[in-house]
């Protein structure tokens, strides 16, 4: 394969993410699929309002149990188990009001976990765009060196890495992609899972 469809092979592995996601022009970095959303707030997910709850870490009990529930390596099930014990504990004349501030402080702890998790890749889109553009001028240059040159195997070697390296680390980026959707599931798992809970007697 030439330097040039080498390239052409490359990049293609970046062009649906970045078609999806023109939309955002306010962030080229932004490499993933989905639109990037900087905050998340509680009431994409709750029918109705809900409280800012900024004291819950001075609650021992939901101290332990939010980060818990929200830990990515906490499976659904096991998540959702620990969420239900804690609400039965709760009277159900109480719960509409105390489910709302627990649903708040659970936006707030994925919040302050998909934060450096969103800034982690923005710096991967920026570098891939740089290396794309690495990518494209040494490519372009073995292409354009004569065979002859003494130097046109290091060029063209220099290409090949470069190539797989990009590669590589657009599977790396899919893959991080993924992890912001899966925040943004579970946070609706739990508003679902919560609400249903405000009506129950």
Request: proline letters at 8%.
């Amino acid at each position: 394969m030439s330097g040039r469809l080498a390239l052409l092979a490359a990049l293609a592995l970046l062009a649906p993410l970045a078609a999806r996601a023109q939309p955002q022009p306010v962030d080229p970095d932004w490499p993933c699929a989905q639109a990037l959303v900087p905050v998340l707030e509680p009431g994409a997910y709750w029918d109705g309002p809900v409280p800012q709850h900024t004291a819950w870490r001075d609650d021992e009990t939901l101290f332990a149990l939010v980060p818990d529930i929200v830990n990515r390596d906490t499976p659904d099930r096991e998540a959702l188990a620990k969420l239900n014990d804690y609400v039965a504990t709760i009277s159900p004349a109480d719960r509409a009001q105390k489910l709302p501030l627990l649903f708040s402080a659970i936006v707030d702890e994925t919040n302050d976990e998909r934060t450096p998790l969103i800034s982690r890749i923005e710096q991967l889109g920026r570098r891939q765009r740089l290396m794309g553009n690495v990518v494209g001028n040494i490519s372009t240059k073995a292409d354009q060196d004569p065979a002859s040159d003494p130097n046109h195997g290091a060029i063209t070697g220099e290409r090949d890495f470069d190539i797989r390296a990009f590669q590589e680390t657009q599977a790396t980026m899919r893959y991080a992609c993924e992890a912001p959707v899966a925040m943004e599931r579970r946070l609706g798992m739990f508003a679902r899972d919560l609400q249903k809970k405000l009506h129950e007697k």
